[in-house]
């Protein structure tokens, strides 16, 4: 259990934890909805949150949104979107103690165009709020988000991009958890970090073996509890 520590008389509160639990992609064209079964979500503990990344690859319109988001029957809050025409990525949170694997059960507002995918984490002894988020979107080479890392906080980012059926991304100043090709050319990869010393206005830059038609980026940290 990541439960805070007692030494001598003194209380301490331990560093916060980011895994990566998972993964998991539909390739199917108009989406309204997704269910994404049994993911895995680590290590059930009372200080663990949950946090999901949606990504997609929608038709030109910049006008969809999550309506609605659950993970293994817990709903979910929006910590922040990037909407762009395309791609979409969009962050969202929840506390959850308990259990270690779960359905991610995602609804829109609209058909998704392409294709849906999901990436989950795991944060333990996190702050309940985000502490930083930022994005950035473009048809280019590579995209960056420059953000703030508290001492012992976390760092979760995610890029989505499409129109290359042989595009990877590589990443700088954040480790790289996944990089998943689907539905012939879409592209999906997130990258995360737990930091021990604070990161003042760190570059994350996500580099993409092709340019791709557009791509869409979100970066999130929080504070230890």
């Not at 895994?19 to 059930?44: E, I, Y």
């Not at 962050?91 to 959850?96: D, G, H, P």
């Not at 737990?194 to 570059?203: C, E, I, K, N, Y």
Request: hydrophobic residues 35%; proline residues 3%.
């Amino acid at each position: 259990m990541f439960m805070p520590i007692t030494q001598g008389g003194h209380h301490f509160d331990p560093a916060a934890i980011v895994t990566f639990t998972a993964s998991a992609q539909n390739g199917a064209d108009n989406l309204t909805s997704a269910t994404f079964s049994s993911q895995a979500l680590g290590a059930a503990d009372p200080t663990r949150q949950i946090v999901v990344v949606v990504g997609a690859v929608q038709s030109a319109t910049t006008g969809r949104s999550v309506t609605s988001l659950t993970v293994g029957g817990t709903s979910m809050s929006e910590i922040h979107t990037n909407n762009t025409q395309y791609s979409f990525v969009s962050f969202w949170s929840c506390e959850k103690a308990t259990g270690t694997s779960g359905d991610v059960v995602i609804n829109f507002n609209g058909t998704m165009g392409q294709s849906v995918d999901c990436a989950v984490y795991a944060l333990y002894n996190a702050a309940t709020s985000e502490y930083a988020k930022t994005k950035a979107s473009g048809v280019s080479a590579s995209l960056a988000n420059t953000i703030s890392i508290p001492a012992e906080g976390v760092c979760i980012s995610h890029t989505e991009h499409n129109d290359d059926p042989t595009r990877s991304t590589s990443w700088t100043n954040l480790t790289e958890r996944y990089d998943v090709l689907y539905d012939t050319n879409s592209t999906s990869s997130g990258a995360s970090d737990a930091f021990a010393t604070a990161q003042t206005d760190r570059v994350i830059t996500a580099t993409y073996s092709s340019t791709p038609d557009a791509a869409g980026m979100v970066t999130v940290s929080w504070a230890k509890a």
